[in-house]
């Protein structure tokens, strides 16, 4: 994981100083992943930068704390895709806008620094997919590599 930001061209943005809350997946969930899709989003920078964009929320002042989670709670993404949060108590989940994509948050509240900024990580079971990719197994998906037209 540590190095798919550099290879999707994302590592200078995190050198501005700007606080962020960043959804990320643990290495079991790249496992979880079908080969082929590892594949094509390691050979795609483009594929590679949306799906990684999707698990990074700026902030205006702090980032998004477990304090602050609530059921429905509606985050824009760095690049600008609606995600929002389910649950409540300790069981939360995030998912992706037209809910396709759904991961499990199994660790809250890691401190970090964006640049001089102060940010916020959640740990996830799950690689979300951004909704206009597509799903892994779909057949016109450009995470599989199907060709169009669909």
């Not at 061209?9 to 809350?21: D, I, V, Y």
């Not at 964009?53 to 429905?72: C, M, W």
């Not at 900024?117 to 779909?138: F, N, R, Y």
Request: charged share 15%; proline share 9%.
């Amino acid at each position: 994981m540590s190095s798919l930001p550099l290879q999707a061209g994302l590592a200078p943005s995190f050198s501005a100083p700007r606080s962020e809350t960043f959804f990320i997946p643990q290495n079991a969930a790249f496992d979880k992943l079908p080969k082929q899709t590892l594949e094509i989003l390691a050979n795609n920078a483009t594929l590679l930068r949306a799906v990684l964009n999707l698990h990074i929320v700026p902030t205006r002042g702090s980032p998004v704390a477990t304090a602050d989670f609530e059921d429905g709670l509606n985050l824009m993404t760095l690049d600008r895709q609606a995600v929002h949060l389910s649950g409540g108590g300790n069981s939360w989940h995030i998912v992706n806008m037209d809910n396709s994509s759904k991961a499990t948050i199994v660790g809250t509240d890691i401190k970090g620094y964006t640049g001089s900024a102060a940010s916020l990580m959640h740990v996830i079971d799950t690689v979300l997919i951004p909704a206009h990719v597509g799903k892994p197994g779909e057949e016109c998906s450009p995470v599989t590599g199907a060709p169009p037209p669909c």
